[in-house]
């Protein structure tokens, strides 16, 4: 599995942020559009949705996460806890008729750069607009391999090329 972007991948599917667990909650990306998984229900063609967007994203280099992690190590350090599981963001889907919000837990280790989720964003929105197909990520997968994730620059390289062909 690799990691780019707010997009987790591997050879035959790709989730917004981690995979779910056994029983946790997930956003599964898929050609024909999103489909929630766990415990949260529902699915939406691309062409039914007029935007999906991601908030509560762990980005680098904020005050509130750097605070965050820190009280989490101090923790952590003391065996007073720290975090028991990924930070969890919301997928905002919405449709003609409404928005759904969905729950998918942070694939990052630490956070997100700003540069990756402004362009996971504009990828989400080429999906939207059927400019650009989930597939493109999962062949992306195949020629590199089911591999460690990219650093930091060459994720921000491989969005940047999804976002603009």
């Known amino acids: 599995m690799a990691m780019v972007g707010l ?3 591997t050879e035959d599917e790709v989730h917004l942020g981690a995979p779910p667990c056994e029983s946790g909650p997930g956003v599964r990306v898929a050609a024909a559009g ?3 998984v766990g415990p ?3 699915s939406w063609t691309w062409a039914d ?4 967007t991601v908030v509560g994203v762990p980005a680098k280099n904020t005050p509130g996460r750097q605070l965050s992690m820190t009280l989490d190590l101090v923790l952590g ?8 599981s ?8 919405e449709v003609s008729d409404g928005m759904t919000e969905l729950v998918a837990h942070s694939a990052a280790a630490g956070a997100y750069t700003h540069r990756e989720v402004e362009l996971s964003h504009q990828v989400l929105d080429r999906f939207v607009t059927g400019t650009l197909s ?3 990520l999962t062949d992306w997968c195949r020629t590199h391999g089911d591999r460690k994730s990219p650093r930091p620059a060459e994720r921000e390289a491989v969005l940047e090329q999804w976002a603009q062909s």
């Open 49 to 52: 949705l007029s935007s999906v």
């Open 134 to 136: 989930p597939a493109v």
């Open 77 to 84: 350090a003391m065996g007073l806890g720290g975090p028991e």
């Open 7 to 9: 997009f987790c991948i």
């Open 86 to 93: 990924p930070p969890e963001m919301t997928v905002r889907v």
């Open 34 to 36: 999103l489909e929630a």
């Open 40 to 42: 949260q229900s529902g």
